[in-house]
């Protein structure tokens, strides 16, 4: 970036104080997934029957067990209602196998996080090429490939997610952590699994975006002065659209990847809620697990929801203090 644009960006950020609030969220977020072997209390995969559905630190929950019983010579069904207590160990609880909630949020934080990002280079690879061609060359060939991004647009992202699920089938990549095998968390899993057809789904659905954003800045930066003066001297398309057309065009794509890895967050959680993740360390099958257990285990669902919730307004008030830094045309909160 230019030292323009370093100064926009520093100046925007002293005047947001939603800038400010998002960079600490998604730094905690990219904290917490980093080192969650290190963070989490407990093993999330590991299970302990008899320390089902304990309540958060400061809650209390009832339980109640139904027995039978012999009551003047014939069978009664008898419940008992017995009250569960907090344990420090588990400050979030747990759900019906025991697992620690908090261990289990801070693993569907690394997930959340990995997709999102993974998501967006995929989208962007396929995205921003097809749209940089569209715009400079025009014609028949901008007309051939919007047309094709119209049909994706046709289909809700949710309804084209589960399509593509179900015709790649469900792929993961299991990654050594290093954390475990350096020996500092021996008790965590040694490898995280990375929902990889999650990853290409989810590129696939929102490289739509990026290819018109992309082609609108090459429409306009192809008319420019200096772009045609390049190609009057002999100079390549390739050359062409590598230092004037991409460079130029950064900016919006720039700001448009940091939205789109908040909409990656929400559509990997959704695949996850519906099981089409790969990996049950996730803030989507955490929510799915609790959906059945809101009235007496609230807990399960809702601190996964509440991450959820935190890493997308994150990535939202990043967008806007790009948007507003770098874009001179937008009057955000701090305006440029």
């Not at 969220?25 to 980093?34: D, E, H, I, Q």
């Not at 072997?37 to 299970?47: E, G």
């Amino acid at each position: 970036m230019s030292p323009r644009t370093w100064r926009n960006l520093k100046r925007e950020f002293r005047r947001s104080a939603l800038a400010k609030v998002g960079a600490v969220l998604f730094g905690g977020v990219v904290l917490v997934a980093v080192f969650a072997p290190l963070l989490a209390p407990h093993n999330p995969t590991a299970q302990h029957l008899d320390l089902e559905f304990l309540p958060p630190l400061g809650f209390s929950a009832s339980r109640t067990v139904s027995t039978t019983q012999m009551v003047n010579g014939s069978v009664e069904t008898v419940q008992n209602t017995t009250f569960v207590a907090a344990s420090p160990s588990y400050p979030l609880g747990t759900n019906g196998l025991g697992q620690g909630v908090l261990s289990r949020v801070i693993y569907g934080a690394r997930t959340s996080l990995v997709v999102g990002l993974l998501g967006v280079l995929v989208a962007a690879v396929i995205g921003v090429p097809v749209g940089l061609t569209a715009g400079f060359y025009g014609g028949n060939v901008d007309d051939a490939l919007m047309r094709a991004a119209d049909v994706m647009l046709a289909f809700p992202s949710l309804v084209l997610a589960v399509s593509l699920v179900g015709l790649f089938g469900t792929a993961t990549i299991e990654v050594p952590d290093p954390w475990v095998a350096l020996g500092l968390a021996p008790n965590m899993p040694p490898t995280f699994t990375i929902p990889g057809t999650v990853v290409l789904v989810v590129g696939l659905v929102n490289w739509v975006w990026l290819a018109r954003i992309a082609r609108g800045e090459a429409l306009t930066v192809s008319e420019e002065e200096y772009v045609k003066a390049a190609r009057s001297i002999g100079a390549s398309d390739v050359h062409v659209v590598r230092k004037h057309v991409f460079p130029n065009a950064l900016t919006p794509i720039l700001v448009l990847a940091t939205t789109q890895v908040a909409a990656i967050i929400l559509l990997e959680s959704s695949l996850s809620f519906l099981g089409f993740s790969g990996t049950t360390l996730s803030w989507g099958f955490n929510i799915q697990n609790g959906q059945s257990y809101l009235a007496e285990a609230w807990w399960v669902a809702t601190f996964s929801g509440i991450g959820i919730v935190l890493a997308v307004m994150s990535v939202n008030f990043l967008g806007d203090w790009f948007r507003d830094a770098l874009d001179p045309g937008v009057e955000g909160e701090g305006g440029v």
